[in-house]
C-alpha cells in the first residue's frame, strides 16, 4: 500500500477520533458523519456493488470523485487495470466492466445529463 494512501488513513482515523473527542467533550449527542463524498456514489448498476466490494478497501471514494467528469470509458478502463496490476487490487476479470461501466456513467462523460 502506498505512503499517501497510509498517511491519509491515519488523517482520517485522527479526524474521527478528534469529532469524536470533541463531540464527547462538549457532551454533543449529535456525531459528525465524513462528508458524503468519502462514500462511493449510489447507483442501481450492478458495478456499485462490485466497486463497493473492490474499490473502497485501499481508499476512499475520494479518489473517484476527484477524476475529470469528461474521463471517458478507456481512461476508467486503464485505471481499473491499473489497480489490479499496479496495486494488487482483488479485482475478479470477469467483474471489471461492470465496474467500468459503474464508474463511467457516475463519475465520467457518460454520466446522465
Ligand atoms: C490494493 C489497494 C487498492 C485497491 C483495492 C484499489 N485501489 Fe485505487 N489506488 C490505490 C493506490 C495505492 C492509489 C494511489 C496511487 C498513486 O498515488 O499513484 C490509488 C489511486 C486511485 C485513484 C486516483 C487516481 C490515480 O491514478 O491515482 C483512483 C481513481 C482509483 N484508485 C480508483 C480505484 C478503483 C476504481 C478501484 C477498484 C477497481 C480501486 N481504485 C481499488 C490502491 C488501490
Redesign the pocket.
Known sequence: ??Q??KTLAAAVAALVIGVAAGAARADVKRIELPPDGLQLKPSTLPGYAK?QA??V???SAE??A??PPTAARPYWEA??K???MV?????DEADMPA?VEY?VKTYGNEQPR
Open positions: 500500500m502506498g499517501a494512501v466497486a473492490n474499490c478497501a485501499c481508499h479518489y473517484m476527484y477524476q485505471m481499473v491499473r489497480m489490479k496495486f494488487k487490487a482483488p479485482v465496474i464508474l
